[in-house]
């Protein structure tokens, strides 16, 4: 993103959209300028200031007369008074970076907005975590804090060599050019997310070594990391065997997301014979 020096007037409204704090008045220029290092191409200025197209001399000397007066004149919080902003016309690799951040593009690899993951919302249908497995969502960065994919390499090398399985339908599997050793792609080294998600699975009895993993990955990292984990429930909706693992790991639990089968298949899978094949059997 690039901010049009001849066409800002420093009223500085889009310092405060920023949630990678990436725009500053530039004391030297005096014109609100973007940090393309710690931009993440969110489109959140972009796209959350209404843009008005005031003439920027005709403000700008507005300002300063009301300034004389001891007086402020200052657009509306909510708007970009000249239209000041110029999104770049994004390639490879920065491109990741919008892909990524801003929540309204559809990841090429999965399609999906956002992080481009359905994590295990959808496993009543797409059945990502069987019995006896657990899988991790592994997120690094927030607004104002972000990930460098330098970052997100450290974490998948190390979870490759403890040979986990990495979700095939996850933006930064698809990025990975050798998913054995969890290699992503060196060309994105240098860019930065808001924040992304790695999606592993592995059995059961790995849990507590997974999670004891996390956290020496945590330590390696400049950034903050969040752990789910989505397990399966019995027949009687309770969950007895991962839980109390992550208990005794000192975690205290609250159930975020429970999938009741309301969205069932309903184009059911049929084998060679034209019978349906049970969800989960026909992978
Ligand atoms: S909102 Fe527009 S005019 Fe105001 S500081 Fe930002 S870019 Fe400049
Ligand atoms: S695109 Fe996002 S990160 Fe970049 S300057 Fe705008 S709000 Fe900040």
């Known amino acids: ?82 239209s000041a902003f110029e999104p770049d016309e994004l390639v490879w690799p920065r491109v990741v970076r919008r892909a990524f951040s801003d929540p309204r593009v559809p990841h090429e690899s999965t399609g999906i907005e956002g992080r481009g993951t359905e994590e295990v919302k959808t496993n009543d249908v797409s059945d990502r975590v069987m019995v006896g497995e657990v899988g991790f969502t592994i997120e690094f960065g927030r607004p104002g804090v972000g990930v460098w994919f330098r970052d997100i390499q450290k974490a998948c090398w190390t979870l490759a060599k403890a040979g986990v399985a990495f979700e095939k339908k996850n933006p930064i599997t698809s990025l990975m050019s050798d998913v054995s050793t969890g290699t992503i792609k060196a060309d994105v080294m240098g860019e930065k997310l808001m924040s992304a998600i790695i999606e592993i699975k592995v059995a059961v009895e790995r849990t507590e070594e997974i999670v004891r993993l996390v956290w020496a990955i945590e330590k390696e990292v400049d950034t903050v990391v969040a752990l789910g984990v989505g397990t399966r429930c019995d027949e009687k909706g309770e969950e007895n065997v991962v839980a109390p693992i992550l208990e005794r790991l000192g975690y205290t639990l609250h159930r975020a997301k429970t999938n009741t089968g309301l969205g069932r298949i309903t184009n059911v899978a049929k084998d060679k014979t034209n019978e349906p094949v049970p969800a989960g059997a026909a992978k």
Do not use: H, W
Request: glycine share 4%.
């Open 1 to 82: 993103m690039k901010i049009n020096p001849s066409k800002c007037v420093a009223c500085g409204n889009c310092t405060y959209v920023c949630p990678m704090g990436a725009i500053y008045i530039d004391p030297v220029i005096k014109r609100a300028t973007v940090n393309s290092t710690e931009c993440v191409e969110c489109y959140a200025c972009y796209n959350g200031l209404s843009q008005e197209k005031l003439n920027p001399v005709i403000v700008r000397t507005m300002r300063k007369v009301f300034q004389l007066m001891r007086l402020r004149f200052d657009p509306e919080p909510d708007v970009c008074p000249t």
